[in-house]
Structure formats: C-alpha cells, structure tokens
C-alpha cells in the first residue's frame, strides 16, 4: 500500500495543492480502490472520473460538524449570524451548547478565506457532499449520535477510525519529569495537545 499526501499546512499550500488536480490524474497509473482526503475539495470529483471510491477523512469531530457543517444550515446560500449559531438544528442530538463569544468565533470562521477564494465551511461541506463516505477518528461510544446525524444530512456512510494510539515511545522519561509523574496516582494525569494552527 502507498500513501500519496498532498500539502494542507496553511492557506497558501491549500491554494497549490488546488492547483494540483491534473498531476493528481497520474494517480491513476496505481489503480487505487478508495482515495482518502482532507480539505482537497476537488479530489472525490476527479476519483469518481476515474471509478474510484473517495472517502473524507475529516480532522473535525463529528459533533463540531454535525452542530455547525449541516446541510440544513445552508451554509453556502446564506451567512449565519451569531444568534442563529447558537441554536441547534431540528433533530441534532442535544449536549452542545454555545456561549455568546464561542458563536461569534464560528460565524467569522464560517467567511474566512482557506484558501482559493472559498471558506473552511465551503471547503468542508463541499468535501463532504461530494465523497463516497465520511470517515472520523472516534468511536461509536463517543461521539455515535453525532455520527448518526451526519449519516442522515448527508446519506453517506460514516466509518469510525477510533482513537488512533502512538507507539510507546522508545526513550525514557527525563528524570525531572519522571520525578514529578510520580507524585501522581496511576491513571489520574491526562494530557491535552491543541493544534492552534489547524484554523
């Protein structure tokens, strides 16, 4: 098996890899049975040309999607304010809940530019209209009723990676650390990475 990625750092890379549909069509010389992808709107177009399956592996949760990417919000016929932001779509699952300055942060994410003059939401909503399936790192136990959502917006089959686990690292612990560590109970310390660039 041979993994081709193309380039999603920023806005600009967004803008070249959109570029790249004609080299992708030499692709086809490998005969693959599914494509997946990210944020490349045009690739599940040109697989399809090419009798291949395509599959939005999306770095968005389903619950985050489900609540603002829906069909029903026609996001690509209509800017949505703020106060429309924070209610819910008819049969979304319940749980989610927008504070004022959270809504607002979304509804100037749903106009800014990612590159090739089309926003993340378009960018995403396009993605996911036109793939074969939908695919998340979740679980059904985590995130199903969102999943399910997604499934029903957009008739497409979601399939569930689960949580992806590194490999054990194979160097040791600093001593500082590893002295600090235990202080701890077992299982009682987590850690929490956020990728501030992703937006």
Same mark, same amino acid.
């Given at each position: 098996?041979?993994?081709?990625?193309? !380039?999603?750092? $920023?806005?600009?890379?967004?803008?070249?890899?959109?570029?790249?549909?004609?080299?992708?069509?030499?692709?086809?010389?490998?005969?693959?049975?599914?494509?997946?992808?990210?944020?490349?709107?045009?690739?599940?177009?040109?697989?399809?040309?090419?009798?291949? =399956?395509?599959?939005?592996?999306?770095?968005?949760?389903?619950?985050?999607?489900?609540?603002?990417?829906?069909?029903?919000?026609?996001?690509?016929?209509?800017?949505?304010?703020? %106060?429309?932001?924070?209610? *819910?779509?008819?049969?979304?699952? *319940?749980?989610?809940?927008?504070?004022?300055? &959270? %809504?607002?942060?979304?509804?100037?994410?749903?106009? =800014?530019?990612?590159?090739?003059?089309?926003?993340?939401?378009?960018?995403?909503?396009?993605?996911?209209?036109?793939? $074969?399936?939908?695919?998340? =790192?979740?679980?059904? &136990?985590?995130?199903?009723?969102?999943?399910?959502?997604?499934?029903?917006?957009?008739?497409? =089959?979601?399939?569930?990676?689960?949580?992806?686990? !590194?490999?054990? *690292?194979?160097?040791?612990?600093?001593?500082?650390?590893?002295?600090?560590?235990?202080?701890?109970?077992?299982?009682?310390?987590?850690?929490?990475?956020?990728?501030?660039?992703?937006?």
């Amino acid at each position: 098996m041979r993994f081709v990625r193309a !380039p999603s750092e $920023d806005s600009q890379s967004r803008r070249g890899c959109d570029s790249r549909a004609v080299d992708v069509v030499s692709l086809c010389d490998l005969r693959p049975h599914m494509v997946f992808f990210d944020f490349t709107r045009w690739l599940s177009s040109l697989a399809c040309g090419l009798g291949v =399956k395509s599959l939005h592996y999306c770095i968005i949760s389903p619950s985050a999607l489900g609540y603002l990417i829906s069909p029903a919000r026609k996001l690509d016929e209509i800017r949505l304010t703020a %106060a429309e932001l924070m209610v *819910p779509r008819t049969n979304f699952p *319940p749980c989610i809940k927008l504070h004022a300055h &959270e %809504a607002c942060g979304l509804a100037a994410a749903t106009v =800014k530019e990612y590159g090739s003059a089309m926003t993340l939401m378009e960018r995403t909503l396009a993605s996911m209209r036109e793939c $074969d399936a939908l695919g998340f =790192k979740t679980r059904r &136990e985590i995130e199903g009723p969102y999943c399910d959502h997604l499934e029903n917006q957009f008739q497409k =089959k979601v399939t569930l990676a689960g949580p992806v686990v !590194p490999e054990v *690292p194979s160097s040791s612990l600093k001593e500082t650390w590893a002295g600090w560590l235990e202080n701890f109970e077992l299982k009682l310390l987590f850690s929490v990475h956020l990728e501030v660039n992703a937006f």
